[in-house]
Each structure stands twice: as C-alpha cells, then as structure tokens.
C-alpha cells in the first residue's frame, strides 16, 4: 500500500444471517497459451462479511463506488477521525446539499442521528439541519 492509497470500508445492511452481500469486482477467465488452455484465473469477489468490506486496491474502490447498488445496497463507511470532525463542525446546511445520498447517511450516523430506510435526499438535509 502506498503513501496515497488508503483504505476504504464499504458496509452493507444487505447481511442477514450467515447470507452476505458478494459482488464481483473482477471475472474469472480462462487463461490459454498457444492456443491451448493452461488453466482458469478465479474471479476475484467483494465479500461484505459482517456486512463490511475493506480495500486498498484504488480500482476496486472506483470499481464499487460506479455500481447501480452504491448507495442502496452498500454505501462507503467513515471514520470518525479528527479531520473529519473538523470538517463537519465547519460544514453548513448549503454545503450539506453537494454530498451525495451515502454520504449524508454517512454523516447523519455520526451525528448521532437515526437514518429511516427508504429516506431522500431531502429528508436527510432536513434532518441534519
């Protein structure tokens, strides 16, 4: 992992039971040589185990953070550092309305606040105002 590179948690409600969410974050292909198969390289899967998944891999965060499913079924985690502390404490209600959906839900938690599945973009500006 490099100096810039760091790691970014996904999480999911999607985790029921022994039943976690796997997305495919790169295809298994056949790997031929000369015209003859010399074997099988295995898909490599995004296992939200416990309802999280941890990468480091830049592609495979671009890769999550461009689905359908981002932002419905998995939303990206925050820590709750300094920074970002210091960030929300200088954030406003005009500034709030540039965030995406995830990333107010994202901000709502911290805060404390109680997030209603099925909630709008709207409802969660009201209700970090």
């Known amino acids: 992992m ?3 590179t760091k790691k970014v948690t996904f999480v999911t409600s999607v985790a029921k039971g022994d039943n976690n969410l796997r997305i495919i974050l790169e295809h298994g292909k056949a790997i ?6 010399i074997g099988v390289k295995k898909p490599i ?6 309802g999280r998944f ?3 891999n830049p592609g495979y965060i671009e890769k999550l953070r461009g689905l359908k499913s981002y ?3 998995f939303y990206e985690a925050t ?3 300094k920074e970002e502390v210091e960030t929300e404490k200088k954030e406003n209600v005009e500034d709030l309305s540039s965030k995406t959906k995830p990333q ?3 901000i709502a938690k911290q805060r404390g606040k109680e997030v209603k599945e099925g909630m709008t973009k709207p409802q969660l500006l009201e209700l970090l105002k």
């Open 104 to 106: 107010l839900i994202a």
């Open 79 to 81: 820590d709750a550092g």
């Open 45 to 50: 899967f995004a296992n939200f185990k416990n």
């Open 54 to 56: 941890t990468t480091d």
């Open 32 to 37: 031929y040589e000369g015209g003859v198969r």
């Open 71 to 73: 932002g419905s079924s």
């Open 2 to 4: 490099s100096a810039e």
